[in-house]
């Protein structure tokens, strides 16, 4: 079986479009639709339901697009291993998503020192909200995501890849500075929350529901969109804020932010690596897999 033609048909599927697909696979519209004509010929039935403003698989199509997935991954893998060296120096592109937390923080951090690592590997990072990250890797778009949430997607797998510390910063010089208050004063402290949706103000609502409280039982006088403007707002001093630890490295090494313990109040987040669905995953995002997990350890 022609798998350029299976490649077609799966793009299609996946992109719901025969412009998209051709996109992606960078050739022409009518390339694509001549590929698929010739697959529903040779098959003898139709794959495709093209009455809609969408293109979508018939029971056939479905059935059809698992099995070519299966067989086109081992084409890649057959591929990879004929015209790679198991050994010598990693070479080609790696593209990777990252959700705003991580890819705010961490992950370019890791990704630098493995391309300084591996000089002869270039680098891309997205950062987007979780579920496009999913969507993308879905649609192996990029080859690796490391998202703050494991949203269920039939496309993706989920591993665990690292653990977040989330800590209540303040600006340098605030009573509590390195010290520890309890439930009560913190209730009493003036907030800077990230917007409803984020993980680490995910983290701290699970975290105080122990308690009994909630995050409107607390004093929060700003509420702001990323991890950057909490940040920024607690080195001005308009509130502690709660944020990765990661977020803040800097700050806490030259003196501009500390943290502050909450008695009883321990939260972390796992991270997760997400990873397409049956695709054979080239050697430079295997080998920055590895690299990550033992510098994250």
């Given at each position: 079986?022609?798998?350029?033609q299976?490649?077609?048909?799966?793009?299609?599927?996946?992109r719901?479009s025969?412009?998209?697909?051709a996109?992606q696979?960078g050739?022409?519209?009518?390339?694509v639709?001549?590929?698929i004509?010739?697959?529903e010929?040779?098959l003898?039935?139709?794959?495709?339901?093209?009455?809609?403003?969408?293109v979508?698989?018939?029971?056939a199509?479905?059935?059809?697009?698992h099995s070519?997935?299966?067989?086109l991954?081992?084409e890649?893998?057959?591929?990879?291993?004929?015209?790679?060296?198991?050994?010598?120096?990693?070479t080609?592109r790696?593209?990777?998503?990252?959700?705003?937390?991580p890819?705010g923080t961490?992950?370019?951090?890791?990704?630098?020192e493995f391309q300084?690592?591996?000089?002869?590997?270039r680098?891309?990072?997205?950062v987007?909200?979780t579920q496009?990250?999913?969507?993308q890797?879905?649609?192996?778009?990029?080859e690796?995501g490391?998202?703050?949430a494991?949203?269920?997607?039939?496309?993706?797998?989920?591993?665990?890849?690292?653990?977040?510390e989330v800590?209540l910063?303040?600006?340098a010089?605030?009573?509590?500075?390195d010290?520890t208050?309890?439930l009560e004063?913190?209730?009493a402290?003036?907030?800077v929350?990230?917007?409803?949706g984020?993980?680490?103000?995910q983290?701290i609502?699970d975290?105080?529901r122990?308690?009994g409280?909630r995050l409107?039982?607390?004093?929060?006088r700003?509420e702001?969109?990323l991890?950057e403007?909490?940040?920024?707002?607690?080195l001005?001093?308009?509130?502690?804020?709660?944020?990765?630890?990661?977020?803040?490295e800097?700050d806490?090494?030259?003196?501009?932010?500390?943290?502050v313990?909450?008695?009883g109040?321990e939260?972390?987040r796992?991270?997760?690596?997400?990873?397409?669905t049956g695709?054979?995953?080239?050697?430079?995002?295997?080998?920055?897999v590895?690299?990550?997990r033992?510098?994250?350890?």
């Amino acid at each position: 079986m022609d798998t350029r033609q299976l490649a077609a048909f799966c793009a299609v599927v996946e992109r719901r479009s025969f412009s998209q697909a051709a996109d992606q696979l960078g050739v022409t519209q009518p390339a694509v639709s001549l590929q698929i004509r010739s697959l529903e010929k040779r098959l003898g039935q139709r794959l495709l339901d093209r009455s809609g403003r969408r293109v979508e698989p018939t029971e056939a199509g479905r059935r059809l697009y698992h099995s070519a997935q299966r067989l086109l991954a081992l084409e890649q893998q057959l591929l990879q291993e004929l015209g790679e060296e198991s050994e010598g120096e990693l070479t080609g592109r790696f593209e990777i998503g990252a959700s705003t937390g991580p890819g705010g923080t961490i992950v370019p951090l890791v990704l630098g020192e493995f391309q300084q690592l591996h000089p002869g590997v270039r680098v891309a990072l997205t950062v987007s909200d979780t579920q496009t990250v999913v969507e993308q890797v879905a649609r192996r778009e990029l080859e690796l995501g490391v998202v703050g949430a494991a949203r269920r997607h039939r496309g993706v797998t989920f591993e665990p890849f690292f653990r977040d510390e989330v800590v209540l910063a303040v600006r340098a010089g605030h009573p509590r500075a390195d010290k520890t208050m309890s439930l009560e004063e913190l209730a009493a402290e003036p907030l800077v929350l990230m917007q409803e949706g984020a993980g680490v103000r995910q983290v701290i609502d699970d975290e105080l529901r122990v308690y009994g409280m909630r995050l409107r039982d607390l004093d929060v006088r700003l509420e702001l969109g990323l991890q950057e403007s909490a940040r920024t707002a607690a080195l001005a001093g308009f509130g502690a804020a709660f944020i990765s630890r990661g977020a803040i490295e800097a700050d806490l090494a030259s003196g501009a932010l500390a943290i502050v313990r909450v008695d009883g109040l321990e939260p972390s987040r796992e991270i997760s690596l997400v990873r397409s669905t049956g695709r054979a995953e080239t050697r430079a995002a295997q080998a920055f897999v590895e690299f990550a997990r033992g510098r994250l350890a």
